[in-house]
């Protein structure tokens, strides 16, 4: 797959770019390709519309660690991560924008969505077709690490949610399922294109659990004969929100270009350029388009799950939380 530099932000910018207004975006793994297309397109219509050269530069890693960099000083102008909490944090321990940022834009400022899906061997040599068969102890599990990546969260509680619903909401029975799951699982990466590598470059493990966009992307750039998705009965809406960094942009004198950057993601060439780099787009006729290439299935969310990210990641992911304990009782099994 085609990688742009981590932290691109930090290297110096060639001298014919010296008057040029520079914008960042702090975003997670496999927003690469798509923020590369994205920035090319609004670059250029920003200096149409305005006359003024930007140069919008990108930073990626595991959703939890960006927002951790931009806490302790990464100066992201706008922030484009996987899931809300990582953004709630910035809000609340840096307080670089405010706590209501999810108002600002439409659908909680999520201009896109995506699903959990399951990526096999060619062929489907183990059978995997739902999540119980990731407990067997045949199968070998690839996921990133929920402390450090947003994907791996919406992983954990995509199957949470599976389990919730087959075992009748037996907690106890819902927590074995789960660390069944991860008590198969040799290697977890800190973000997803990490995994994604483990997975199709380095060849380990029978089964990748992966944003539906990761998961069409490997589809594509690994080769069909390769690799294979498999959907789950059920999954769960994953939807990345954006947002400004107010405190960064007002100091950087960029908050109309940041606004307006994050404002061109919602328009329909934007959702188009989404839709191509598989992410599920908002704008319903743009979705219907390119209907052919998002199956259905089974979703559930966050909100009516667990009650919001709030709530789930001080349950499930906090010090001593769901995930920690599972962590242990993983380690004291082997």
């Known amino acids: 797959m085609a990688l742009s530099l981590a932290l691109a932000g930090l290297l110096p910018l060639p001298l014919h770019a010296a008057t040029e207004t520079r914008l960042l975006n702090a975003s997670y793994d496999p927003t690469r390709e798509f923020y590369t297309e994205i920035n090319q397109v609004f670059s250029r219509l920003w200096l149409d519309k305005t006359g003024q050269k930007i140069n919008i530069l990108q930073s990626h890693g595991g959703s939890g660690k960006q927002a951790r960099a931009v806490i302790d000083g990464l100066d992201a102008d706008v922030v484009t991560l996987a899931l809300a909490y990582d953004i709630d944090a910035i809000a609340e321990k ?127 750039e690994a080769g069909k004969g390769k690799v294979q998705i498999v959907v789950p009965s059920l999954s769960i809406l994953a939807e990345p929100p954006v947002a400004v960094v107010d405190r960064v942009a007002a100091r950087r004198k960029t908050l109309d270009l940041a606004r307006a950057y994050l404002e061109f993601l919602y328009t329909p060439q934007a959702q188009e350029i989404a839709a191509r780099h598989f992410f599920r787009p908002r704008n319903p006729e743009v979705l219907q388009k390119f209907r052919h290439q998002f199956p259905e299935t089974r979703l559930v969310t966050v909100d009516q799950i667990f009650g919001g990210w709030q709530a789930a990641q001080k349950r499930h992911f906090a010090e001593n939380g769901e995930f920690d304990q599972m962590l242990r009782r993983k380690f004291k099994s082997q």
């Open 94 to 220: 840096a307080r670089l924008l405010p706590t209501n940022w999810q108002q600002r834009l439409p659908h909680n400022s999520s201009p896109y969505t995506s699903i959990i899906v399951f990526l096999v061997r060619q062929g489907n040599p183990k059978g995997i077709r739902d999540w119980p068969d990731l407990i067997r102890p045949d199968v070998k599990v690839v996921t990133p690490n929920p402390k450090t990546s947003g994907g791996a969260r919406w992983n954990y509680l995509a199957a949470w949610a599976f389990a919730l619903e087959k075992f009748q909401g037996d907690e106890s029975k819902v927590r074995e399922f789960v660390t069944a799951i991860y008590q198969n699982t040799p290697i977890m990466d800190s973000g997803a294109r990490g995994a994604a590598t483990t997975f199709i470059q380095r060849g380990i493990g029978d089964v990748l659990i992966a944003w539906e966009n990761e998961a069409l992307l490997a589809l594509r």
